[in-house]
Structures are given as structure tokens and as C-alpha cells.
T-cell receptor, first 108, second 117 residues
Framework: SQELEQSPQSLIVQEGKNLTINCTSS?????LYWYKQKYGEGLIFLMM?????EEKSHEKITAKLDEKKQQSSLHITASQPSHAGIYLC????????FGTGTSLTVIP | NAGVMQNPRHLVRRRGQEARLRCSPM?????VYWYRQLPEEGLKFMVY????????ESGMPKERFSAEFPKEGPSILRIQQVVRGDSAAYFC???????????????FGAGTRLSVL
């Protein structure tokens, strides 16, 4: 079993469409990180959420943390090909875990 | 300000040889983490180190794997007598503080891709 489950596993969207990626924890979340990984490269830090109900935005990406549901969501508005990659959530659940990953493809 | 530097980017070893992977953290960062990403699998925590100390090695295989972060120089992940199953991408991350609820964001290197023939 996975401590952090992401859904969907993969996503293919047309450029300009909105999309949402979810991350659900099996344990209480005290904070959550979102990263993006391009094929063959390292992880790029996107956002960190520390408090329940917190919402952060950077350019067209918005992330929210729902501590009660032990969930976080990442929303991309008006997707672009540059958004393509693998999105990973991460959290310290007594050990640092990463989610199962969501592979995003944006079709021009 | 240089990011986390890992070298080599690609490493090829024959079964039974040793692999040494290096990680230089970002300037001012004293916390280093190693992760392994196996083909078709997620990123798995291996070990967390501070200067000269191993804080958490709960993700490290019991044999053949070791890590260090000396007072001077980069952190080293060492794999002895490599086997084909060790082929993976190994990522290092660093943070200025512990990367957990206290808010130490982990910044990642580009990884070392180990291939065992």
C-alpha cells in the first residue's frame, strides 16, 4: 500500500483546458509539497502547503490542502505544453514519502 | 547560487563492482537526502543525513549500501558489489532545515542514472 496516493495516474489534455490532480494521504498531514519532474531530470519544487485550508498559487498552478480529508489538490488553469511532466506530491509521515505520480501530457 | 549538484549524471558498472554517487548540497544547506527511483516505480526515500551524522537510514537496504556526509566535501552514496537490480536513478536533495512539517523545503539534484551490466 502507498502512503500517498495520487489520481489520476496519467492525464492527457488539450492545450487550454483546466485539470486537477489529487493526492490522498493514509496518515495525518501536517504539510505537503508539490514537485514536478520532467523525463530524465530531477524534481522541481512547486509549492509547499503547511496549514489546513491553505491555498497557494504560482502562475497558473493552484494547490490546496484539506487536512481533515488528508488530501491536497493541484489545479492547472489553461494548460500549456510547458506544463507537461510528472507531478509528485510529497509529505513527511515520519519518513519522507512521495506520491505515486501523475503523468501529464498537454496536446498543442 | 548553484543548485544541488550530483555527479556523475550517468554511471555504468558491471556486476560486482562498486558505485560511488556524489552529491554537493546547495550552499548553506546542511541536510541531505537520498532517494531511489526504480523503473516504473515511484521515488523512495533511502537515507537522511546531516553533516557527519546519519539521522534516518530506514529506507536503506541492509547490505551493500552506505552513505556519508563528511564535514568537508560532498555526500557520498556507496553501493558495493552492484547487482542488476540496483539499476535506477538516484536523486539527492538538500534543505536548510529538516524537510518536514517544520518547513525545510527539499531541493533536488538532476540525479545519477546507474546502469549495471
Amino acid at each position: 500500500s502507498q502512503e500517498l496516493e495520487q489520481s489520476p495516474q496519467s492525464l492527457i489534455v488539450q492545450e487550454g483546458k483546466n485539470l486537477t490532480i489529487n493526492c490522498t494521504s493514509s496518515k495525518t498531514l501536517y504539510g505537503l509539497y508539490w514537485y514536478k519532474q520532467k523525463y530524465g531530470e530531477g524534481l522541481i519544487f512547486l509549492m509547499m502547503l503547511q496549514k489546513g485550508g491553505e491555498e497557494k498559487s504560482h502562475e497558473k498552478i493552484t494547490a490546496k490542502l484539506d487536512e481533515k480529508k488528508q488530501q491536497s489538490s493541484l489545479h492547472i488553469t489553461a494548460s500549456q505544453p510547458s506544463h507537461a511532466g510528472i507531478y509528485l506530491c510529497g509529505a513527511d509521515l515520519n519518513q519522507f514519502y512521495f506520491g505515486t505520480g501523475t503523468s501529464l501530457t498537454v496536446i498543442p | 547560487n548553484a543548485g544541488v549538484m550530483q555527479n556523475p549524471r550517468h554511471l555504468v558498472r558491471r556486476r560486482g563492482q562498486e558505485a560511488r554517487l556524489r552529491c554537493s548540497p546547495m550552499k548553506g544547506h546542511s541536510h541531505v537526502y537520498w532517494y531511489r527511483q526504480l523503473p516504473e516505480e515511484g521515488l523512495k526515500f533511502m537515507v537522511y543525513l546531516q553533516k557527519e551524522n546519519i539521522i534516518d537510514e530506514s529506507g536503506m537496504p541492509k547490505e551493500r549500501f552506505s552513505a556519508e556526509f563528511p564535514k568537508e566535501g560532498p555526500s557520498i552514496l556507496r553501493i558495493q558489489q552492484v547487482v542488476r537490480g540496483d539499476s535506477a536513478a538516484y536523486f539527492c536533495a538538500s534543505s536548510p532545515a529538516r524537510g518536514d512539517r517544520r518547513g525545510g523545503i527539499q531541493y533536488f539534484g538532476a540525479g545519477t542514472r546507474l546502469s549495471v551490466l
